[in-house]
């Protein structure tokens, strides 16, 4: 590949400086907090380290704009678009502006570079393996020549082609023949940790192969374009129902410091409401004396308690993920309540207090002890919030007094049955406040068989898709 020029087509227009500013600026978009001092860091770092070391560039911006490290998996895929090794195709051909060379290269043109990548994986070489990338998407990624509107270059297809995960096999192999002669029982326990290592190197092969495909698609069609739109985002800022396990699994890691702030915001809102408001007759009263002047504020005092919360919890499907966050977070909020008491259902209803109690959970198998353990479930394993509203206003009622608030977390998806209207309307009667948090999109609230606008005339209905959102619903409403 080419070296990268000071102004690449597609770029920013402003040298450095525009890159750095796009970079800050997509990764805001992104859901990164990047303030002004951060972006003034940056410029001095990139003034210090210079341009002639790139990974130190990188490492350089990254010390000066995340804050987290789980922001990497963010920052690196944008950082490699803003500041691409090369420009252009394998071997210096710049076809940046011009459609994909091919559409894929023949069978004994895969099989010759899945060759030359087991002896590049074999030998850990990063120089040879990031050149073979480039290749495989060069050869086996184009697509759409002959339809100007579609034209790229994609990752998927590359690696469809290539395969690189079925060369494990292989490259073992090569290692192990590059150390004949070594003890049949120290090779059987280095094996397994080859293994694994190889699996890394692959898939190391793999995302320079994505890194490539992105570059190369950005170049056509203009950097922050696909900046924006085919890096992933934080994990906050997925939607639950669309999240998979690794970005669960970063969510509930996050549990604890996102409560800590919830906490202290907890907290402060609770000191400004023990100083009460202006008690007006007493004020003006104590001014009397000094003819109004000065007028000293005298405030009515008050001690408020710690309130009572009650979550309601749809643990079905796709919504479980959001359920179970949700339950973990007020788990980590333990303190702030005087008492807390927690119901998952799907067609049943069950109290799982003790599942969820302080510092006892489990934050990777909550979900599956409460399907396990728990009777949540009874003929089918399909949600049903009539019947389970229904069961709660009979069975647990009690639970709810006028010092409680109520949480109800479920998408209202009654799968055409009876959504029990009145079950809720008691619930609302007998608690201090119920909110019902929706993971679902506000545009499809009451499509297809959800009740959502149904239950949001009888009690407040919040739209809560991803963890951004929640936090921000639960620290606006938590009670004081």
Known sequence: ???????????????????????????????????????????????????????????????ALLHRESQRAVFDPVFDLYFPAGVGAPGGRDDRGSAPAREGGGDADRDALRERLVEALAADDQALIGQLAGEAVDGFGGYGASSPGGDGWSSYQTLSRLRPETLLARVLAAIRAGSAGQDTGRAEFTDRLLADEIRRRIEGFRER??????????EWRGTEEIALRAVATTADRVDFLLAGRGQLDELRRAVRPLARKLAT??????????????????????????????????????????????????????????????????????????????????????????????????????????????????????????????????????????????????????????PNLPALRRIAERARRVYWLNPEGRGQWSTGDSAAYAYAELVEMHECRNAQQLSGVIARLLPV
């Open 1 to 63: 590949m080419t070296a990268p020029p000071e102004n690449l087509p597609g770029s920013p227009a402003d040298g450095i400086t525009g890159r750095v500013t796009g970079l800050v600026r997509t990764l805001r978009s992104h859901g990164l907090r990047i303030g002004p001092g951060e972006t003034v860091d940056a410029a001095a770092a990139l003034e210090a380290l210079g341009l002639t070391d790139r990974e130190r560039i990188r490492e350089g911006l990254a010390a």
């Open 209 to 218: 192969v994505r890194t490539e495909a992105r570059r190369r698609v950005a």
């Open 265 to 418: 915001r907890l907290a402060a809102r609770r000191k400004r409401a023990a100083h009460g408001s202006i008690d007006l007759r007493r004020t003006l009263r104590g001014s009397l004396s000094t003819g109004g002047v000065p007028m000293r504020p005298v405030l009515r005092r008050r001690r408020p308690a710690r309130p009572e919360l009650v979550l309601l919890c749809d643990v079905s499907g796709s919504v479980a993920g959001f359920a179970n966050f949700t339950m973990l977070l007020v788990q980590a909020l333990h303190d702030q309540f005087s008492k807390v008491r927690v119901f998952a259902f799907v067609n049943r209803v069950d109290e799982v207090t003790d599942f969820v109690a302080h510092r006892s959970a489990d934050p990777a198998g909550l979900g599956a002890r409460i399907l396990g353990e728990a009777t949540v479930t009874g003929r089918h394993g399909s949600s049903d919030y009539g019947t389970s509203l229904g069961e709660f206003d009979e069975r647990y009622v009690d639970a709810v007094g006028p010092r409680s608030t109520v949480f109800v977390l479920g998408d209202a998806r009654t799968n055409m049955s009876d």
